[in-house]
């Protein structure tokens, strides 16, 4: 433990590849890392390759993450930096599928913004969810028309489909290929939830035809003005994984997006503050082996 805690005084940077043996050990200022620092510091996912989700979708990790290859038929990985493209298999089949069958339809691909950390858990900074390898982020802006450098995709900047200081998509940017990219991953029985803002909502309440059902799974919510967050729900046989209770009944459209409609309008918020810290014992206790093991 003395060398370990003299390890952790004199050399933070070497944090990352180090880390699994020093979970509980405090940082030089005597604070305990909050399961953010330590999760996001993981590089690699575990060595055991059986996925076994933990938890629940902000509170949890996941075991035999696997990587969704940064580019694929009908979808290229934007922010590579971040190193998040992890995910239980389920939800990259569900990215190849989209991907692919969205390039069929409508002559390009997607881009693909966050997944999870390697191991899952906490994010260091921009999301409280996205822990347990079933949450993803899919830009609705189209990808332009080049494949994309490495630059390219830490630097494109997401296009917001919402007019500034309204509830109310820009007609110029959120149209047939935006509602039609929510529709098809809305109707894939993996899909639990989609958060989109409340203008995206809207606009897809008053174009819907036929069959609305899938409407209910899209959900309102603060920002997603500029990408959809998809959420699976929790893979059959994973029986660490803590469901959602599904959302009510209907298309949302009523009552519900009314009472969100008529709140004060969003102000973007900068997705590389710092996430609010969870402390490690906050998470399932399997998750701190999960840390640990190679
Ligand atoms: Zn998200």
């Known amino acids: 433990m003395w060398l370990l805690r003299t390890f952790w005084c004199g050399v933070l940077a070497g944090l990352a590849v180090s880390l699994a043996a020093a979970v509980s050990v405090p940082a030089a200022s005597g604070e305990t890392l909050s399961a953010n620092q330590l999760f996001g510091a993981v590089r690699e996912p575990t060595a055991d390759r059986r996925p076994e989700v933990i938890g629940s979708y902000a509170r949890g990790c996941l075991r035999g993450a696997v990587e969704l290859p940064v580019s694929g038929p009908g979808w290229e990985v934007m922010r590579l930096s971040r190193n998040r493209n992890w995910s239980h298999p389920s939800l990259v089949r569900f990215i190849e599928r989209l991907a692919a069958d969205t390039e069929r339809e409508d002559g390009v691909g997607i881009l693909v913004g966050d997944l999870g950390q390697p191991r899952g858990g906490p994010a260091r900074f921009g999301h409280a969810s996205h ?9 609705l802006m189209p990808p332009p028309a080049r494949p994309l450098s490495l630059d390219d995709r830490e630097r494109l900047v997401p296009v917001s489909m919402v007019q500034d ?17 929510i529709r098809r991953a809305a109707l894939s029985p993996e899909v639990a939830r989609i958060f989109v803002n409340p203008g995206i ?43 959602q209770d599904p959302p009510p009944a209907g298309d949302g459209c009523g009552a519900e997006l009314e009472r969100w409609l008529g709140r004060p309008p969003y102000k973007p918020k900068d997705t590389t503050q710092p996430a609010r810290p969870v402390a490690l014992a906050a998470l399932p206790a399997e998750c701190r082996v999960v840390l640990r093991e190679p």
Do not use: N
């Not at 200081?165 to 990219?181: E, H, I, K, N, T």
């Open 131 to 139: 822990q347990i390898g079933l949450d993803a982020d899919i830009w």
């Open 165 to 181: 200081d309204r509830y109310a998509v820009d007609p110029s940017r959120f149209g047939r290929r935006q509602a039609a990219l």
């Open 201 to 243: 909502k809207a606009a897809l309440c008053a174009t819907a035809e036929g069959d609305r059902r899938w409407l209910g799974k899209v959900r309102p919510w603060w920002g997603h003005d500029a990408h959809m967050h998809v959420r699976l729900r929790c893979p059959a046989g994973q029986l660490s994984c803590e469901d």
